[in-house]
């Protein structure tokens, strides 16, 4: 137990093993949360989570060496500009479309959140960081099947459809409004040789059941395969 309460103080110094050991964890913990976020085909990806996460570690770092080697320097008010400034990235992956539609929110508070874990990691909190990193991606990846249980359930719908090469969008919007299904995001998977794979959010503006709006969409023509997401 000593050695390891040694361990860990020598660890949250600042050397060369604290350095490496911050900005490889900061790299780590951003890409976790990225990773399900690029999965989403979100504005911001892994790459971007790693570089705000790491840049976090960094001025908390930074911060951290000034005041030990030059007794100057004000770690928490570095860490404050960051938590501050990392509202542009935010605010660059906030889509508004229409009047009411505002898309990236998560992402936008995802990318908050690993600056944060950043900071968190770069003045040697590791317990913090590592535990902040499991909840949000607990949140992600977990809790939005939750959500649309909980609060969607019968009103907005995520439905993945393999859909023919030649089928048209607008065809579709006009066949689905005509049965009280109002398409309000496709998220275009990949697309292949003769059919393309898509998630789309439908309005159930009737109420009708899960298993009505299941069969109704095996029956468009046009779509290959379809299923629930959540």
Aim: charged fraction near 20%; include cysteine; charge should be neutral.
């Amino acid at each position: 137990m000593e050695t390891v309460t040694t361990a860990l103080e020598y660890l949250e110094g600042i050397n060369l093993a604290s350095i490496t050991l911050r900005i490889v964890m900061s790299m780590v913990c951003g890409g976790v949360i990225g990773i399900e976020r690029g999965k989403a085909h979100q504005p911001a990806g892994m790459r971007t989570y790693m570089l705000v996460c790491m840049g976090a570690a960094m001025v908390m770092l930074t911060g951290q060496y000034m005041y030990y080697h030059f007794q100057t320097g004000d770690p928490a008010r570095l860490g404050a500009q960051v938590v501050s400034g990392i509202g542009f990235l935010g605010a660059g992956s906030i889509i508004i479309s229409g009047k009411t539609k505002i898309k990236g929110l998560t992402t936008a508070a995802g990318l908050w959140t690993a600056a944060c874990i950043g900071l968190s990691i770069g003045i040697g909190f590791y317990e913090a960081g590592i535990i902040a990193t499991l909840a949000v991606s607990l949140i992600m990846t977990h809790l939005k099947k939750l959500e649309y249980h909980l609060i969607f359930d019968d009103v907005w719908l995520s439905v993945y459809v393999e859909l023919d090469d030649a089928v048209k969008m607008t065809d579709l919007v006009q066949e689905f409004s005509s049965v009280g299904l109002v398409i309000g995001e496709v998220r275009i998977e990949k697309k292949r040789k003769g059919f393309q794979k898509a998630v789309i959010s439908l309005k159930n503006t009737e109420h009708k059941s899960r298993e009505a709006v299941l069969r109704f969409l095996e029956n468009v023509e046009g779509i290959q395969f379809v299923k629930y997401t959540a």
